[in-house]
């Protein structure tokens, strides 16, 4: 017959004596408890007959711990604290799921976040946790349900779903248009403008400068000067800001477009030959609020891109000349 591991009394009775060694008192204890004052005293008898001991001096209108109760009392009390501590942490997961979703900065910062309050309100359940970064995750290593990048397609993995391309196009604020000391008509003037740069985002050369003015026939330009970005999204904001001329992709930029913080001083676009892909991880696969979250996301990438597209046919059919017009809403 196997011999149980521990020999404690039951559970109500230490949390009958935990509330009256804190209050010193039978009736307060039960007030706490829902208790009577006669069923409190019960609980600590039958605690002090398990043990052997006696817990409380029962005085004149009060109550004092004995040697043995303060040694309970404290033993008692760090155990129901951690126990219920563990408790409420094992409820909150049960009530709220977490999703790691890994990304880049510039799709977190400037598509992804703008967006996520959509699905957070209608999920309060699901707690989404974005993690921006340009190196490619280890999903099951990494602890990662969602990996959203930007990837050639004879890049992406097995498994991925495509969720929008995009195209590159010169941006920059309207301030910025309007200086007459410096004319942003035609892509030349760029001769006299600051270029902004960021870091591969996701590996995303197009950020580059010299792959757009090669298709503009302009390989040797040579800006005034140009400014580098750690991320995507600080070149953008930096742009609105007046900094420079940067090149907006588009779906992700549109919103800037559509508030007329960025504006479009010439129509030259270039397609990007890649993608953004969503892959989920094998475990974050079988999760009911990652494919939820999965779902969302696909139907805001389609939106999102129908969006673009007419404003995309627009800007090449439209003549080109120094009128400038900030590009279609999204």
Not at 112 to 131: E, K, M, N, Q
Not at 197 to 205: F, R
């Amino acid at each position: 017959m196997s011999q149980r591991r521990f020999d404690l009394p039951p559970l109500d009775t230490l949390e009958a004596f935990e509330a009256a060694a804190r209050h010193l008192s039978f009736t307060r204890a039960g007030d706490e408890l829902a208790l009577t004052q006669s069923a409190i005293s019960r609980q600590i008898k039958l605690l002090e007959d398990r043990l052997g001991v006696v817990l409380f001096r029962r005085l004149h209108r009060s109550l004092e711990l004995t040697d043995d109760g303060r040694v309970l009392e404290r033993a008692t009390s760090t155990a129901l604290e951690q126990l219920d501590r563990a408790c409420i942490e094992l409820r909150r997961a049960d009530r709220v799921r977490p999703i790691v979703v890994a990304t880049t900065p510039g799709f977190a910062g400037l598509w992804l976040i703008p967006r996520i309050s959509g699905f957070s309100a209608s999920r309060p359940h699901v707690d989404v946790r974005i993690s921006a970064g340009n190196a490619l995750s280890n999903l099951a290593r990494d602890g990662v349900d969602v990996a959203i990048r930007y990837l050639p397609v004879d890049g992406v993995p097995a498994g991925a779903l495509r969720l929008f391309g995009d195209v590159v196009f010169p941006v920059c604020s309207p301030r910025l248009l309007r200086d007459p000391a410096r004319p942003l008509a035609e892509p030349d003037h760029l001769r006299q403008h600051v270029l902004l740069l960021a870091e591969p985002d996701g590996g995303n050369h197009l950020q580059d400068w010299p792959l757009w003015l090669h298709a503009m026939k302009l390989p040797e330009l040579r800006p005034a000067s140009v400014l580098h970005f750690s991320s995507y999204d600080q070149l953008i904001h930096a742009a609105i800001a007046g900094q420079g001329v940067a090149l907006g992709k588009s779906p992700l930029i549109d919103r800037f477009l559509k508030e007329k913080k960025l504006v479009t001083p010439f129509r030259r676009e270039v397609a990007s030959a890649r993608s953004y892909y969503m892959l989920l991880s094998e475990a974050g696969a079988a999760k009911p609020e990652v494919r939820e979250f999965a779902d969302w996301l696909t139907e805001e990438a389609r939106l999102s891109e129908t969006a673009a597209a007419p404003s995309a046919v627009a800007r090449k059919r439209a003549p080109t000349g120094p009128r400038v017009r900030p590009r279609a809403p999204d």
